[in-house]
């Protein structure tokens, strides 16, 4: 194997250099030389190599132990290696979520000022300009809860398709367990969600709702939605690593799911909806639909009070619900009175018959994170090698 | 003869390129591409190693030299597990950490934040960090800027923080691509004394640099590529380096009477 590499023609040092080295391209060409096996020092190869001793070389790597330096490794060694950098991830995720803002004037603040704004913005629009109840109670703090879960979401999406090309001179330079990055991402995203968190129970506060044992609920709520989110990313990051069309074409992707999954309307007591259950059911068990409803209800009294299901079904009390009767005034009086009753049939939505159950609610959304997180660990597990080639 | 570190075994590196011209990408192109099924021609294959072999044995600092596209900088990342190979294998014991000039690590954030994320990275603990960290920015020398983001600082000075983070862990693999040109006269010092430990601990080097000298000054082997392929290889190091300088038309190193 050697011997016809180092007993190439002679010396490469003839006055001709340049026609010296245009033998080395030999006539093997690009797919020829891939295929020409181990022995591609033919007669063609002019290198003088005393580098490679005599004997095989793969069994020469293995009486050593060396192993193939871009070998995948196996999958219990890769998690441990992850866990070995948990103060990596933790760290990473920490001092991004610091730099984010350090080119703007007023840095930090702008982590509450952001989601201030945009409760600022869907006030005015649903709340003065729309004046619009679309059937539920407290409607502004249903819909900060749904903005902020649904955004949380989406970010972590967005973000970890671009994760592996931005990340490429750091994946370039050492090595550590790729996965670290996109668990970074979604855990810098986790914190910012923590901070948004002050202006939900703020909101929640504001129009009325006490605090209650089951706002505790929010914490496995917002694990399972964390897992989730984990295993989503790794797959969106494998993809996006790949080829970019992913990230263009993610923006719309997302922006269809957010209108799908009821941030700005319920999909259990949607009148629309109503008369189209199984695509009600759908919308319901997407898992973005899933956390919103269950952290509305955990945080909203009057969710858990509205919720249909909740109280026995009242075919009656549930059609009054969607078709409320027009005032008239030897029924209702004075027009506060009938507000007043509007007010009140809000919660008749509680007679009527669930789109999902919330213990199946709760089911399903433990489910999606399981197996999401799995499916989306092995996925990206097995491109490992890959992710530097960019 | 010292143990094999690094064992290269018939190794063929493929890039694939895209949007490597060809057409002229218009979005009407595009869809017509699309409409006929055709793949896209803007993907463009560069062989950029074509059947490399050779052994790196303990102790072993390796210079490789070339022109620039010669492979040296594809070799060194398939050495340290970084780029898949198309067909043969790159065997090593355990990962080797790859010093490049433009291998920014995180440029976002401060210097001292780069050193503890990327010690952390490396596998080391908490305290392993805390213990090492003094070390680190005193050797690196970038002084206060420590606690300035990385995007602040001069090539020299960012080439200077990574060599001092990737060599803090004792890699049994270091592959330095370029990374000492920029440094001044002070810091190649120090760095080549640095390689020298690693050497005496029985690590190996892998050294690519323009710069000759510095290769014929680091390393006892030298590896000369060419179009993917090497064309001397050997301990033989200021013959290699003149048969190259002969062959890319120059003259033969002058070398002071003491090394010669």
Redesign the interface.
Same mark, same amino acid.
């Given at each position: 194997m050697s011997g016809s590499?180092t007993g190439g023609r002679g010396?490469?040092?003839a006055p001709g250099?340049?026609s010296?080295?245009g033998q080395?391209?030999g006539p093997?060409s *690009?797919g020829g030389?891939?295929t020409?096996g181990?022995e591609?020092?033919d007669g063609a190869?002019?290198?003088?190599?005393?580098?490679?001793?005599e004997g095989n *070389?793969?069994e020469?790597?293995k009486q050593?132990?060396?192993?193939?330096?871009?070998?995948r490794p196996p999958l219990i060694e890769y998690i441990k290696?992850i866990w070995?950098?948990r103060?990596?991830i933790t760290?990473?995720a920490t001092?991004?979520n610091m730099?984010m803002y350090?080119e703007a004037r007023l840095g930090q603040v702008w982590q509450i000022l952001t989601p201030l704004l945009n409760v600022a913005v869907y006030y005015l629009i649903f709340g003065l300009i729309l004046n619009t109840k679309r059937g539920v109670p407290d409607f502004i703090a249903f819909l900060v809860i749904g903005v902020f879960i649904f955004n949380f979401t989406q970010r972590s999406f967005i973000i970890s398709s671009r994760v592996m090309f931005d990340s490429l001179?750091?994946?370039?330079? *050492?090595?550590?367990p790729r996965a670290?990055l996109p668990l970074g991402y979604v855990l810098i995203e986790l914190q910012q969600l923590v901070i948004s968190l002050i202006v939900i129970f703020a909101t929640v506060l504001a129009v009325g709702q006490p605090v209650t044992w089951s706002w505790l609920l929010i914490i496995p709520i917002l694990l399972m939605q964390t897992l989730f989110n984990v295993g989503a990313a790794f797959i969106l990051a494998r993809f996006g690593s790949g080829f970019d069309d992913v990230s263009q074409l993610l923006p719309f992707v997302v922006r269809t799911w957010f209108y799908a999954s009821g941030v700005m309307f319920s999909i259990q007591t949607y009148n629309n909806l109503a008369q189209h259950p199984v695509i009600a059911k759908v919308l319901q068990y997407n898992p973005a639909a899933i956390y919103i409803t269950l952290i509305r209800d955990a945080l909203l009294r009057s969710q858990q009070q509205s919720m249909p299901g909740s109280k026995p079904f009242s075919h009656d009390l549930c059609t009054q619900y969607y078709h409320p009767p027009p005032y008239t005034a030897q029924q209702f009086g004075t027009h506060a009175n009938y507000e007043k009753f509007l007010a009140r049939n809000l919660f008749n939505s509680a007679h009527c018959h669930a789109v999902v159950a919330m213990n199946n609610l709760w089911l399903f959304g433990a489910l999606w994170a399981v197996v999401i997180l799995v499916v989306g660990f092995i996925f990206f597990w097995r491109a490992e090698?890959?992710y530097?080639?960019g | 003869m010292a143990?094999?570190?690094?064992?290269?075994?018939?190794l063929?590196v493929?890039?694939?390129v895209y949007g490597a011209g060809g057409d002229r990408g218009t979005a009407a192109t595009a869809m017509l591409r699309m409409l006929r099924r055709q793949r896209r021609p803007s993907v463009r !294959?560069v062989?950029a190693i074509?059947?490399v072999?050779?052994? &790196?044995y303990r102790g072993d600092a390796v210079g490789v030299i070339g022109r620039n596209g010669s492979g040296k900088s594809t070799l060194l990342?398939?050495? &340290?597990?970084?780029?898949?190979?198309?067909?043969?294998?790159?065997?090593?014991?355990g990962?080797?950490? =790859?010093? $490049?000039v433009?291998?920014?690590?995180? !440029?976002? =954030?401060t210097g001292d934040?780069n050193v503890?994320?990327?010690c =952390?990275?490396? $596998?080391m603990?908490?305290q392993e960090v805390k213990e090492r960290y003094p070390q680190i920015v005193d050797f690196s020398g970038v002084g206060d800027f420590v606690n300035l983001?990385m995007k602040t600082y001069s090539t020299g000075m960012g080439s200077r923080l990574?060599f001092a983070i990737?060599s803090a862990k004792s890699h049994d693999i270091l592959l330095v691509d370029e990374a000492l040109a920029t440094g001044d006269a002070e810091f190649r010092q120090k760095s080549r004394r640095r390689i020298d430990e690693l050497r005496a601990q029985a690590g190996t080097v892998f050294l690519v640099a323009h710069n000759l000298a510095e290769v014929e000054e680091n390393c006892n082997?030298v590896?000369w590529l !060419?179009?993917g392929?090497?064309?001397?290889?050997?301990?033989d190091v200021p013959g290699i380096i003149d048969?190259y300088l002969?062959?890319? $038309?120059g003259e033969p190193r002058v070398r002071e009477p003491a090394k010669a």
């Open positions: 590499r010396q490469l040092s250099g340049l010296g080295r080395l391209q093997g *690009l030389s891939v020409a181990a591609t020092a190869d002019a290198s003088q190599n005393t580098m490679v001793p *070389l793969a020469l790597a050593y132990g060396l192993k193939p330096s871009a070998a290696r070995q950098r103060f990596f760290g990473f001092a991004q730099a350090t001179p750091l994946i370039r330079a *050492l090595y550590f670290c090698v890959q530097g080639r | 143990d094999p570190m690094v064992v290269v075994d018939d063929h493929v890039y694939r !294959e062989h074509r059947g072999s050779f052994v &790196a990342r398939a050495i &340290a597990g970084l780029l898949p190979a198309e067909q043969g294998t790159v065997y090593t014991d990962h080797g950490a =790859l010093l $490049g433009n291998a920014a690590l995180l !440029e976002d =954030l934040k503890i994320l990327g =952390l990275a490396m $596998g603990t908490r983001p990574r990737a082997r590896i !060419e179009k392929r090497i064309v001397q290889a050997g301990d048969a002969r062959a890319s $038309g």
